[in-house]
């Protein structure tokens, strides 16, 4: 008997696709919310982070390297929101996704009369409400301990973030795609997310950095989101640069993960 899905007669309709969409990631959000490594390094790790470097640098105006009238906080917070985009694609999805692999779970959801697309959207919106989440708590917390300055449109960052999230959440699926277990996902993620997470602005200040290590940083994707996100934190205009990075990430994250994505 065959559990391809697009073999089997269905009446499925827009309506009973809005519904299982809604109650999947209802489950899939649960199911986060009991995972503690998972919730701890999306949503604690980077307000821990904030925290520990609010608490050395302070957030006086001139300490953010950027402005005289912005603290070391006001920057870093975009940066940290960048962190969290990272997290999500490269720590969680990767592993989450082999591991339902590797239990059937996804080859049990292609014999029902749901349609694939249903699992993916309802994946795809639990994790970037996991980096939205983050990234709120991170400005919380800021507000409320640092006293956080903001100089840009809430609307523009909040595009921003989409945009970058979804481009990194598509490459993250790519990862999980071609990854065969749940260990090579777990190793593939960090290979590549934990020198960009040093590197690239995110963790600390790239300005600190040496001049080898700034020019080098020009190359990681993370380093174009952070840079998207402190400008529109600022009040910038769109950096075209990081706009091009991001949609290339899309664009070939989406298509190679959706040719590649398997169910078994």
Partial sequence: ?????????????????????????????????????????????????????????????????????????????????????????????????????????????????????????????????????????????ARLVFGLRFGGSWMALFAGFTFAALSFIAVGYLIASLSPTSRVAQVAGQVIFFPMMFLSG?????????????AAAQWLPLTHVVRLLQDLWFGAQWNTTALLVLSGMLIVGTAVSLFTFRWE
């Fill in 202 to 214: 995110a963790a600390m200040p790239l300005q600190i950095m040496p001049a080898g290590v700034q």
């Fill in 1 to 141: 008997m065959t559990t391809a899905l697009h073999t089997q007669p269905t009446t499925f309709g827009l309506t009973d696709t809005l519904r299982s969409t809604a109650k999947l990631t209802f489950v899939q959000f649960k199911l986060f919310l009991r995972e503690p490594m998972a919730f701890f390094f999306n949503l604690a790790f980077p307000v821990l982070i904030l925290l520990l470097f609010g608490i050395i640098w302070g957030n006086e105006p001139g300490s953010s390297f950027f402005s005289p009238v912005y603290g070391y906080i006001d920057a870093q917070t975009p940066a940290l929101a960048a962190l969290i985009i990272g997290t999500v694609a490269f720590m969680t999805i990767p592993i989450a996704t082999a591991t339902a692999r590797e239990q059937k779970l996804l080859r049990r959801f292609q014999a029902t009369p749901m349609r694939p697309l249903v699992y993916l959207i309802s994946d795809v919106l639990v994790n970037f409400a996991v980096a939205l989440t983050g990234m709120i708590l991170l400005v919380v917390v």
